[in-house]
């Protein structure tokens, strides 16, 4: 018997959207067979099927005794904090012998940076590629929005990155539920800061009740402003980089390689505008004030080279 790899579980949020299920489904199925060496499950936190335990007590009938669970969320708040560890000491005490590893959420990653980019361009109709067409773009970035000011901040960190480098009048934030602004006074917001085209894009994997209502509120807002153009972007999807990035988790998790914020580090990933940081070795910073000793020289930079 070959010695078979750690099977893959991902935890979704739920919906209660049917299409929304079906296309969590349909990606852990498509993850499945793009990899036919692995075991894959998946299941949901709330409101959808199948739960989280389901699709761990699948995995253990299969004779699966470790496997690595990716949380498909694109922020770190509350489900992926303290939920989903919560369902899997569960399902450890469920089936002993079981042992897992627990990766850690998607976003904001180059590449799901880059589709949003590419959503943000269709939803323009192909029509703004360089930074020139760009310029009197603004982009409203909307997110779940959650309870934990953590989870809102990284919403924010995406917006900065897909700000960056890529021509944007600006990159401003929203939230769909539980944090300010919400959709309209962040398109408010862009108004009072000069906006003349503005795109709402929103920061969700799959279709779902949550993105129907940007899409919604956004439609709202602009017939009562007519004299500003809006236009309303589609969410990520079940794009290649998507299934890419969740098996990029899953071998971090598996090698315990849990860098903090690297993915968007200048100097490990070419980031647009500052591609020639990338490899750059990094010096120890030293300050004008350490009178030859180097006591703090090792600043965030010289630290990040070790974290590599």
């Given at each position: 018997m070959t010695t078979h790899r750690p099977a893959l579980l991902i935890a979704g949020h739920g919906t209660r959207d049917d299409g929304g299920a079906d296309?969590?489904?349909?990606?852990?199925?498509?993850?499945?067979?793009?990899?036919?060496?692995?075991?894959?499950?998946?299941?949901?936190?709330?409101?959808?099927?199948p739960p989280l335990g389901e699709a761990v007590t699948e995995l253990v009938e299969k004779g699966v005794r470790r496997f690595a669970a990716v949380p498909l969320m694109l922020v770190s708040a509350g489900h992926a904090?303290?939920?989903?560890?919560?369902?899997l000491a569960r399902e450890k005490e469920r089936h002993p012998g079981i042992s897992?590893?627990?990766?850690?959420?998607?976003?904001?990653?180059?590449?799901?940076?880059?589709?949003?980019?590419?959503?943000?361009?269709?939803?323009?109709?192909?029509?703004?590629r360089t930074p020139g067409d760009r310029s009197d773009v603004t982009v409203l970035l909307v997110g779940r929005g959650s309870t934990d000011p953590d989870a809102n901040a990284e919403v924010h960190k995406a917006a900065r990155l897909l700000w960056e480098g890529r021509g944007y009048?600006?990159?401003?934030?929203?939230?769909?539920?539980?944090?300010?602004?919400?959709?309209?006074?962040?398109?408010?917001?862009?108004?009072?800061?000069?906006?003349?085209?503005?795109v709402v894009l929103p920061y969700f994997l799959f279709t779902g009740i949550l993105p129907d209502r940007v899409r919604q509120q956004t439609e709202g807002w602009a017939a009562a402003h007519p004299e500003t153009e809006v236009h309303s972007a589609d969410v990520i999807g079940p794009?290649?980089?998507?299934?890419?990035?969740?098996?990029?988790?899953?071998?971090?998790?598996?090698?315990?390689?849990?860098?903090?914020?690297?993915?968007?580090?200048?100097?490990?990933?070419?980031?647009?505008?500052?591609?020639?940081?990338?490899?750059?070795?990094?010096?120890?910073?030293?300050?004008?004030?350490?009178?030859?000793?180097?006591?703090?020289?090792?600043?965030?930079?010289?630290?990040?080279?070790?974290?590599?």
């Open positions: 296309a969590f489904r349909d990606f852990v199925r498509e993850l499945d067979r793009r990899h036919p060496d692995l075991t894959v499950a998946g299941g949901f936190i709330e409101l959808s099927p904090k303290g939920d989903i560890p919560a369902a897992y590893t627990y990766g850690r959420p998607l976003g904001p990653h180059p590449s799901l940076l880059n589709v949003l980019e590419r959503r943000l361009d269709e939803a323009l109709g192909g029509s703004a009048a600006g990159v401003e934030t929203a939230f769909v539920s539980l944090a300010a602004p919400d959709v309209p006074s962040g398109l408010d917001r862009c108004v009072k800061l000069g906006a003349r085209r503005i794009e290649p980089e998507l299934l890419d990035l969740v098996m990029e988790r899953y071998e971090e998790a598996l090698k315990g390689d849990l860098r903090m914020n690297c993915d968007s580090c200048v100097y490990r990933i070419a980031l647009p505008g500052f591609e020639d940081k990338v490899g750059m070795p990094q010096q120890p910073h030293f300050h004008p004030d350490d009178d030859g000793h180097h006591h703090h020289g090792h600043h965030h930079h010289g630290a990040h080279s070790h974290a590599h």
